[in-house]
Each structure stands twice: as structure tokens, then as C-alpha cells.
């Protein structure tokens, strides 16, 4: 009788001893893809993607400059919460943006590499039209999961590092003609980007920064060929362009945290020139 019981309650143990635990996931070997088509107004892109660096390209189909700015965003908030929090001055410590891609004229397309970890995400076009009108209000989102993976790769060392401060640019080395990784890094102390421009042809920085001094709605004289839509502070991300000879400008639109105005009004503005 003592035996039996004995047995019965070593039996649970022996079973537990026997019980494998579940493999940890597999370390990230190789940067996941994702593809994201943008249009007037609306993104195609998955609906749940896997944790890890990622290569983030945008094609623009539509008629209008688009970009994909990614924001990971704290379970439970609502779309309410979320709507309110894109619209205000301060960005909302649930809300974060780990590097999207920047902006592409009708035809083109731009990349970001960043680190996605697992979450909620939202892709967003804070650009405007000729209406003035930002594209998120006319429904330019998209929500999207990042599910759970192993641990991520780093991030790939850029050949050029451009740090992003309140309120400018610092870029090293110089940027020369040809196909360049570019590493973002932003010091902060707030969210910042880099909007990569380039002069139209026939076109003069003193009628750029003219444009800038407008109502931004007449043609600009500039081309949006990429560079990094939004980057929290303390992150990285990679963008990869080339350069051609030409005029071009690093600048960042993102409102300030104090007085709402673009950082480009308090000289967060880089004019470089390619030969």
C-alpha cells in the first residue's frame, strides 16, 4: 500500500523530468523583407511580419510623393488615442518610430533598414498634396503585428553616418558621388528625420528656401529621393541612395515639441552639394 502511494506521487515528477522544453527561435541569420506599395491613398503591404532587422522597401504607384513613416504603438491604445497622438506637438511615450522610408516622387522608390521588434505598428503619409491636405487625413494608414522571432542582427555599419541633433546635421565623411549606405543616428533629445531632397534641374537653393517661406503649395523645386521618415530618439536605421552631380538637402519636418513649427524653421536644414 505504501509502495503504491509512493509510486503515485513520484509518478507526476517522473513525468515532468521527461517534459522537453520548447527550443528557444533561431537567432536572425539573414535581414527580413518588407515590401510596402504605396498608392493615392493607401498602402499594400502584409498584415503581420517577423521581428528582426528588416529591409523596408516603398514603390510609389501613385501621383503623388509618398513616404512610410513606421510607428510601433503600446497594445490597448485605441484608434482614437492613436489619431490624437499623430496629430499633436508631443509624441506619447507609447508611440515610437524605430525608421521608416522617406519620401518617393510618383514612379520611384526609397528603403529604410531598421530593427522592428515585437508589437502593434501603423504605417503613416504625413506628406501633403497641391490641396495642402495631409495624406493621413484622407486615410493614407495602414495597421500591421510584428510577431515574436530570435534574437535580431545588428544593424550593418553605413559608409556615411549622418547624426541627427536639435537642430542639425552632422555627416561623416562628406558625401560623394555614387551609391551610399547611410546610417542615421539620432541624438535628440527629440524625434527627428532626414528628408532627402535633391534641386530640380534649374532650379537654386535660394528658390528652395524661398518655397520653404511659403504656403508650401505651388510645385516644389525639389525631388524627394528618400532618407529616414522618423527615427526615436536614441535609435539607428539605414537608408541606402545615389547621388548623382547635383544640389541636395538633408532637412527635417518634424514638428517641434515646444512650438509646433517644422524643425526646418529653427535651421534643421543641410545643403550639400555632389560633383
Known amino acids: 500500500m505504501h509502495?503504491?502511494?509512493?509510486?503515485?506521487?513520484?509518478?507526476?515528477?517522473?513525468?515532468?523530468?521527461?517534459?522537453?522544453?520548447?527550443?528557444?527561435?533561431?537567432?536572425?541569420?539573414?535581414?527580413n523583407s518588407l515590401r510596402i506599395v504605396a498608392s493615392d491613398f493607401q498602402y499594400a503591404?502584409?498584415?503581420?511580419?517577423?521581428?528582426?532587422?528588416?529591409?523596408i522597401v516603398m514603390v510609389n504607384q501613385g501621383k503623388e510623393p509618398h513616404q512610410a513613416v513606421v510607428m510601433r504603438i503600446d497594445s490597448g491604445k485605441t484608434q482614437a488615442e492613436v489619431q490624437a497622438g499623430m496629430m499633436g506637438n508631443t509624441i506619447p511615450?507609447?508611440?515610437?518610430?524605430?525608421?521608416?522610408?522617406?519620401g518617393a516622387v510618383p514612379g520611384d522608390s526609397t528603403n529604410a533598414m531598421?530593427?522592428?521588434?515585437?508589437?502593434?505598428?501603423?504605417?503613416?503619409?504625413?506628406?501633403?498634396?497641391?490641396?495642402?491636405?495631409?495624406?493621413?487625413?484622407?486615410?493614407?494608414?495602414k495597421n500591421f503585428v510584428v510577431k515574436p522571432a530570435g534574437a535580431a542582427?545588428?544593424?550593418?555599419?553605413?559608409?556615411?553616418?549622418?547624426?541627427a541633433k536639435d537642430y542639425g546635421f552632422d555627416v561623416a565623411p562628406a558625401i560623394t558621388a555614387g551609391?551610399?549606405?547611410?546610417?542615421?543616428?539620432?541624438?535628440?533629445?527629440?524625434?527627428?528625420?532626414?528628408?532627402?531632397?535633391?534641386v530640380a534641374p534649374g532650379k537654386t537653393m535660394a528658390q528652395v528656401q524661398a518655397w520653404m517661406g511659403t504656403d508650401m503649395k505651388s510645385?516644389?523645386?525639389?525631388?524627394?529621393?528618400?532618407?529616414?521618415?522618423?527615427?526615436?530618439?536614441?535609435?539607428?536605421?539605414?537608408?541606402?541612395?545615389s547621388f548623382g552631380k547635383g544640389d541636395y538637402i538633408l532637412i527635417c519636418f518634424v514638428p517641434?515639441?515646444?512650438d509646433g513649427k517644422p524643425h526646418v524653421a529653427h535651421g534643421m536644414m543641410l545643403p550639400f552639394k555632389v560633383s
Open 45 to 55: 503591404a502584409p498584415d503581420t511580419v517577423t521581428a528582426g532587422l528588416t529591409n
Open 114 to 141: 531598421a530593427v522592428l521588434t515585437p508589437g502593434n505598428y501603423m504605417l503613416v503619409c504625413f506628406l501633403s498634396g497641391a490641396d495642402g491636405k495631409p495624406h493621413l487625413m484622407k486615410g493614407m494608414t
Open 93 to 102: 511615450a507609447w508611440m515610437s518610430f524605430p525608421g521608416g522610408p522617406n
Open 256 to 258: 517641434d515639441a515646444k
Open 219 to 241: 510645385p516644389p523645386p525639389f525631388m524627394e529621393v528618400g532618407g529616414i521618415a522618423g527615427l526615436s530618439v536614441g535609435q539607428t536605421a539605414n537608408f541606402t541612395a
Open 3 to 31: 509502495s503504491a502511494r509512493a509510486a503515485a506521487l513520484l509518478l507526476p515528477l517522473i513525468l515532468a523530468s521527461c517534459v522537453t522544453k520548447p527550443a528557444a527561435p533561431a537567432a536572425q541569420v539573414s535581414a
Open 179 to 198: 551609391t551610399h549606405t547611410i546610417r542615421m543616428a539620432n541624438a535628440g533629445p527629440q524625434l527627428h528625420e532626414i528628408a532627402l531632397l535633391k
Open 153 to 163: 542582427m545588428a544593424m550593418p555599419a553605413g559608409d556615411v553616418t549622418v547624426t
